[in-house]
């Protein structure tokens, strides 16, 4: 029997000790906003593989004092279950910048000392690669880390991290949220206990130390980096990063870089920016004019936690280009690879990953050279625990990325670092320029190796859910033929004949007879991808449609790739037309098209 409104409603007054947040929901009540209520009160925070984000508010389906420590004792409780000497052990948390981080990262110590655990609070403000390192280096039994990444201000987050130093996968996410269900009394509200209590531990500058060791090992030219005449401006979209990159370029011997000033202190206002995400469209004007009135090279942004990471390229006209997730990624697995080769090491042990709807670039590089190429699910809790079982395969794995401008590097963090991405970029682009050569000629001598690839990735807004599962329904009965046991998906796209679809939500894969069951594990969402090719096989697409999981949109990631940039160019404005008007009926279905 569902719980009605009134009983939600007092249920939560019951239990949170927070003024503010009680204030919120008594003036919701006094003022008969109950479709308000409705909406905070009804469902709860979903608890998943990226752990918790949301808004700021009162309710249990937002984030707040409450939930986090709801959460904090449900993760507890599960981790001292799960993981053995796990009191001992203790757990590492850290916090970014936004409101509310470093409140909520003592409550989450509280809960976990409550409990006999020790906890290793992170002090001060920190990116989030550090928590990860910080697990793994402390022997920790599980992390946290307070950050929304690049959300709206309104936004934060609870991240988790596994013992293996990787962010959640199944089963834990499914245990951790039954556990939270099964510890939802507060034990206590008190967030002094982490000055007080000897379980709360300080080795916060111990992994910072650590970690700038580590990130040391990823320099190859020091010395060139110290003469590099090249010049960098470098944003921390009013983030965390800028004194952890400052840090960096004396670590790497460069000078120093210049600092977009009005975006270079934290400040959870993020009064320059919407969306302080470097890949959103005008994110990166004011480090362009920066760079432009300082005449640097090259623009380096990270997200406010510091883990993704962005560039761009001042072209010899003056114009700029910035580069995307993927050809990042491209141009990261070459220096990868060419430090790899110059190692002595035999190729068939090296191996590089990436999330199912990257550039198939890094396929094409593995395909010639002779390493290994695995691809996952989307998304660096897929992509961690993806290395970590190659390592286990006697596979070394120095570099994994997603398109969304998330990379990893080196064997001692195994998710996204945009502190790492930052260094090695400028060491790449120092050497190309000590021999007249920029990031952008290298990426077009690579296309002449391996074959040119461009994406054009998107999305279609749709705030009806039935809606998408319908247009979905319909892919997967294109011709009216399907049967309950064989789909029927299209056969061709833009003129292009379909060579192979995978569809990760019900779990077909034509290129795997006679079971037709995908190697990869199924999606949480809509999830279809489908390969194409000229009559001639000389132009190739790989387009994959997924639905978002915090978002109303049906996201699109299409790459095509060939001999002919031209003809890549030309394919795609086509397939994009005919997927949205042929198969996404994006008029009849009234979707939102930016």
Known sequence: MQASLQDLTHEWLRIDKNPETRKEVERLLSEGRTDELEKRMRSRIEFGTAGLRGRMEAGWSRMNDLIVIQASQGLCAYVLEQVTDAANRGIVIGHDHRYNSEKWAKLTAAAFISKGVKAYLLKGLVHTPLVPFGVKKLNAACGVMITASHNPKQDNGYKVYWENAVQIICPHDTGIAQSILANLEPRSWDESVVSSSSLCLDRTEEMKDAYFQTLSTLCETRSLNKQSTISFVNTSMHGVSHVFVERAFKTFDFAPFTAVQEQATPDPEF????????????????????????????????????????????????????????????????????????????????????????????????????????????????????????????????????????????????????????????????????????????????????????????????????????????????????????????????????????????????????????????????????????????????????????????????????????????????????????WMQASKNGLGIP
Request: hydrophobic letters at 35%; aromatic letters at 10%; charged letters at 20%.
């Open 271 to 582: 009064p320059t920016v919407k969306f302080p995400n470097p890949e959103e469209k005008g994110a990166l004007d004011l480090a362009i004019a920066t760079a432009n009135r300082e005449k640097a090279n090259y623009v380096l942004a990270q997200d406010p936690d510091s883990d993704r990471f962005s560039a761009a390229e001042r072209r010899p006209d003056g114009t700029w280009v910035t580069f995307t997730g993927d050809q990042l990624g491209t141009l990261f697995a070459s220096a990868v690879l060419a430090k790899y080769k110059a190692s002595g090491k035999p190729l068939n042990k090296l191996a590089m990953v990436a999330s199912t709807v990257s550039s198939k670039m890094i396929e094409a590089m593995a395909s010639t050279e002779g390493f290994k190429f695995v691809e996952c699910l989307t998304g660096f809790k897929f992509i961690g625990n993806t290395a970590l079982t190659l390592v286990q395969e006697g596979y070394e794995v120095p570099f994994g990325y997603e398109e969304a401008i998330g990379y990893m590097f080196g064997s001692e963090i195994r998710d996204k670092d945009g502190v790492a991405a930052s260094m090695v970029f400028a060491e790449l682009v120092a050497g190309l320029h000590a021999i007249g050569k920029s990031a952008s000629s290298h990426l077009q001598d690579l296309y002449k190796q391996y074959g040119y690839f461009q994406t054009s990735n998107s999305y279609f807004v749709c705030t009806d859910p039935p809606t998408i599962d319908k247009i979905f329904a319909r892919i997967r009965d294109y011709d009216g033929k399907a049967t309950k046991t064989t789909p029927s998906y299209p056969s061709t796209l833009a003129g292009l004949s379909i060579t192979s679809i995978r569809d990760l939500t019900i779990g077909y894969d034509s290129t795997n007879p006679p079971t037709f069951k995908p190697s990869l594990p199924l999606s949480s969402g809509h999830m279809i991808q489908f390969r194409a090719q000229s009559s001639d096989g000389k132009t190739k697409i790989t387009l994959t449609t997924r639905t978002s999981g915090t978002e109303p949109k049906i996201k699109y990631y299409l790459e095509g790739s060939g001999e002919d940039a031209n003809a890549v160019s030309t394919l795609l404005p086509k397939v994009v037309a005919e997927l949205a008007e042929a």
